[in-house]
């Protein structure tokens, strides 16, 4: 396998070309990172994002959804047109021009065809994988789905083929005239963080806060 | 004007109808907190989904880019079909089965079309708005655009008009014959958090951090 994802036509921005990077570990850096991404679609010739859980198993994303769920039923064959984008914001860029704002950001943009997952074996693998995309170890230590469940479970999988990554890091990049304004510069880091876990009202007060979340 | 967005064929979901809601003043609200949507659109056939900021003005949301953006140049007339969406992570919610293992989250999803600001008292509004949208009261503390700027600036606005709020809160909802599994169950609070300001490396230190940083 080669390091990189090749490059396409899609995944070439217009502009800002020296933010782009198509190496895998950067790709598989961020999109490890997150496990809430935007799924975008084309329902009745519009197009549809929605906020989704994914998870990455080697080079396949999968997102999981009620069968019942509208963009999991179009991914039946011949499969869904689809692009599966990830952003984790790093910073607040506030330069001296209101033009030179900026964010920093890491963010993979996904193209391609989703399509259901119907091997057994592949949609049990891909279910484990999306709870623990979201919290490490907690698959095996919760029930697993049963039949009903299954049934009512649809999944599906997306190639790591036409995908870039875009990242931008540092401070402001004011124009030099500027410099002498009297108006503060610099960045805001932005984070996302966890608050202490709380517990559900009726658990087991015998069970204890388990070593994944602590 | 109504205190409710008229619901349409889309923005009712198939399922999980009790966490939609449709009124103004929660959609503002989810609106107003956040400052980075994903940005869905067409190209080639093909659905795109890219990080971006947008400001909200009343009933209008603006996004703006590079005149060289691919989506803002399709945004020409005759508009752009565009799918914009908000989405604010408030928990992790972790039931006893992997089933019902879910996030608390309110997200917002505005579908329609996207046309270029080209009126220029509009055109410095939304400027403003979405400087002042991740940062309140930065506008008037930074360097407007000049007209070099304004040239190679796009805004395009989309009208709130078809729109609906998803909502998810509270705590597990486990199956009842699944209460004695031996398996922690409750929430993980998530929130977006932001770190000291860090000044750029050229700031004069006669500057000091303003008040809408402290």
């Given at each position: ?64 959804g009620s069968t019942g769920s509208r963009p999991l039923r179009g991914a039946a064959?011949?499969?869904l ?35 259901q ?37 649809s999944?599906i ?58």
């Amino acid at each position: 396998m080669t390091t990189s994802y090749e490059t396409t036509d899609r995944t070439v921005p217009t502009r800002a070309r020296e933010r782009a990077a198509y190496d895998r570990e950067t790709v598989h850096a961020i999109l490890d990172e997150g496990y809430l991404c935007h799924l975008g679609f084309i329902r009745d010739g519009a197009p549809v994002v929605l906020p989704t859980l994914y998870a990455r198993v080697g080079e396949r994303l999968y997102v999981h959804g009620s069968t019942g769920s509208r963009p999991l039923r179009g991914a039946a064959d011949p499969g869904l047109a689809v692009c599966l984008t990830v952003t984790h914001l790093d910073a607040l860029v506030l330069a001296r021009s209101a033009f030179h704002h900026s964010m920093n950001y890491r963010s993979v943009v996904v193209h391609g065809t989703a399509y259901q997952v119907t091997e057994p074996a592949e949609r049990l693998e891909a279910l484990d994988a999306l709870v623990n995309q979201v919290v490490p170890g907690r698959a095996d230590d919760s029930r697993r789905a049963n039949a009903r469940e299954l049934a009512a479970t649809s999944v599906i999988r997306l190639e790591l083929l036409e995908v870039s990554a875009k990242l931008r890091t540092g401070g402001p990049n004011d124009e030099p005239e500027d410099a002498g304004l009297p108006y503060w510069t610099g960045i805001v880091p932005v984070d996302r963080t966890y608050g202490a876990p709380v517990p559900a009202d009726d658990l087991d007060p015998a069970i204890d806060l388990p070593a994944y979340l602590a």
